[in-house]
């Protein structure tokens, strides 16, 4: 395989979620660190050379540019079993992706990054205005999550795979957002045992 | 192929993109009706049986359930020409589909609901001071495909995939949001192309 660089700011889930996918499979990744705090995606050479988007991660792959976190994840999983086979099976995977940076980042993660990282007394009145819809949101989200793994060990087939993978690094960091992970058993017990897959690297790793 | 049903709301992109690809793989949907002004995706009927996220659409495959549009498209696509089989062009589509989904969706297809379903006077003063942020956010998601497909037919690989289908959904109505597409020519040269191709049905067919 070509060499591979992710293209992060550590911190970030959808950075983590590429980290875990490559250290589930043993795939090697250098890393090359940005600090979106201080405007380092927003340069000329980082829109002209790495991403138009100006958004981490992303994944190169010898000298071509993948953005997109859960793009990013399949990439690195193409023939492998975290890439479910089945027809209905893989779709449904991806429905649980989309569904991820539909319902679940733009909020789980928008108020984790605008409490633990900027800080709430920092925010527009743009976004201020947006807390308490994004917070409902966000609890919807865990609700519809809880509900579905009441009944099921993973969010798609019988084992681990991408939809797993790519919810997880929003949802066990979720206290950072302020919501309160006692209130969903199922998906604490869900994140208990994503953590305990074998290759498995915490975030901060 | 098992009987399949389209739960929808038809002037619904997000919809219309599961159509588009049923006909242009020539494959037989029955269409099922909800009227989302009135709250028929938020019954206890439709979130006990058909999606407890309350949205539209789902796909129905004998008794299996598939929300979300994007996976729909998937797995209608699965092993035709519409998914790219290259592994990075794969990824690369994927990547696409989920840009449509995080930066496309949110903002232009927020603001053709509200402007042209809702009507501007009845939004929440929430929805209000999102206006602004959705525009720019959304003149830059036109600016970003109209930079690439400057250079390029169509956004991943030499033919149409999904990544076309699925951008194109919201893109081609982007003047109900309020968007001049005339800023944008190259999004309008494949806004044709698209509306060109074999099979094409359009999204009041």
Known sequence: MEPMILHE???????????????????PLDRRHYDIMHGETRTPAFLDHINPNGRIPVLQIGDRLLPESNAACWYLASGTPLILQDRFEQADMLRWMFFEQYNHEPNIATLRFWKAFIGE???????????????????????????????????SGEAISLADICLYAYTHVADEAGFDLSRWPAVQRWIAAIAATPGYVALDA
Chains 1, 2 share one sequence.
Request: proline content about 2%; aromatic content about 8%.
């Open 9 to 27: 700011y550590a911190p970030s889930g959808n950075c983590y979620k590429i980290r875990l996918t490559a250290a589930l499979l043993g795939l």
């Open 121 to 155: 007394e920092q925010l527009t009145s743009s976004q201020t205005a947006q807390i308490a819809g994004k917070r409902l949101a966000g609890e919807a989200a865990l609700t519809l999550m809880d509900d579905h793994l009441a009944q099921r060990r993973y969010f």
